[in-house]
């Protein structure tokens, strides 16, 4: 898991705020990602505490393998200083993967909320109390075309599993919050 976090993040490039599909795959509904919290501490890094708000009529359904846990997929600086935490590659790879977590997807149903806590151990950061972090999250409607590639995508040694997930996305950023600094826990 190690190296499939480093590779996200050398492969990781830089997509403004807001919501994005990048194959072009329909982004309705577009749910609303709050980070509530976001805080240095000393013994992991980064820590944030985010809810995702799906206020449409259906169901939505987000890829969640990185949005828990200790280790986001990917870091990113936008050009105006704020760290994006990316929670899925937002490109293909065209090399096969020695190791990478299977794919998890997490339904929300329509008009409810998830809530979670993410830390990451985090690049070096300087000058913590002037750092923006926002949180992206791949969701989209349905998982049945993207869990079927999946499991074919897993029987050809040129496909990296992280590619059906790419095609299957839509993105959603959150809100922009400022770090501070927590105590040790």
């Known amino acids: 898991m190690k190296i499939a976090a480093i590779a996200l993040s ?5 997509i403004g705020p807001g919501h994005a599909s990048l194959s072009g795959t329909e982004c309705k509904p ?3 990602i709050i980070v509530k919290e976001a805080s240095w501490v000393r013994t992991k890094g980064v820590h944030l505490k985010w809810r995702i708000l799906n206020t449409a009529d259906v169901p939505i359904y987000v890829y969640s393998t990185f949005l828990t846990g ?7 600086e936008r050009s105006d200083g704020t760290f994006e935490i990316r929670t899925s590659l937002n490109t293909k790879l065209h090399m096969t993967a020695y190791s990478y977590p299977k794919a998890v997807f997490t339904r929300i149903e329509p008009h409810s909320t998830l809530d979670g806590d993410l ?3 985090a690049p070096r950061l300087r000058k913590l109390n002037k750092v923006r972090i926002s949180l992206s ?5 349905s998982i049945a075309r ?3 590639d999946l499991q074919a995508s897993a029987h050809v040694d040129a496909e990296h599993p992280a590619n059906p997930i790419v095609e299957w996305q839509c993105i959603a950023w959150s809100n922009v919050v400022k770090l501070k600094a927590g105590t040790s826990r």
Not at 10 to 14: G, H, P
Request: proline fraction near 8%; aromatic fraction near 12%.
């Open 10 to 14: 050398a492969i990781c490039f830089l």
């Open 30 to 32: 577009l749910p609303g």
């Open 70 to 76: 200790s280790r986001a997929a990917a870091w990113s």
């Open 119 to 121: 830390s990451d151990p």
């Open 137 to 141: 999250v791949a969701y989209g409607n």
């Open 146 to 148: 993207v869990e079927q």
